[in-house]
Nanobody
Framework: QVQLVESGGGLVQAGGSLRLSCAAS????????MTWFRQAPGKEREFVAF????????AYADFVKGRFTISRDNAKNTVYLQMSSLKPEDTAVYYC??????????????????WGQGTQVTVSS
């Protein structure tokens, strides 16, 4: 089992920044690829950013490219999402998810074994 706990969400004005953290415990963190998703009210959960277990490959959704940065510190069992130039449409609950290395699509929520409880990000205009 892997337990994931997100933190760092909050209320921020448009154009501002936040850094989300996802702390893992349980099995070896460095064995897992990590992904950030988000879900806005009334919408499906959507892929935001991904990093492989050692951080050698990173991917982003088009709508966050150039604004968000995913990183991980395997020594601290934590993955981060640095969010800048935030927009009201970034308002959502942000979740981290873990899975072993997989060939399945990054956005396939069913391919992830472990999820955090989510952290709310609200961007005011």
């Amino acid at each position: 089992q892997v337990q994931l706990v997100e933190s760092g969400g909050g209320l921020v004005q448009a154009g501002g920044s936040l850094r989300l953290s996802c702390a893992a415990s349980g099995r070896t963190f460095s064995d897992y690829d990590m992904t950030w998703f988000r879900q806005a009210p009334g919408k499906e959960r959507e892929f935001v950013a991904f990093t492989t277990s050692r951080g050698f490959r990173i991917a982003y959704a088009d709508f966050v490219k150039g604004r968000f940065t995913i990183s991980r510190d395997n020594a601290k069992n934590t993955v981060y999402l640095q969010m800048s130039s935030l927009k009201p449409e970034d308002t959502a609950v942000y979740y981290c998810a873990a899975r072993p290395a997989s060939v399945q699509r990054l956005a396939m929520t069913g391919s992830y074994d472990y999820w955090g409880q989510g952290t709310q990000v609200t961007v005011s205009s």
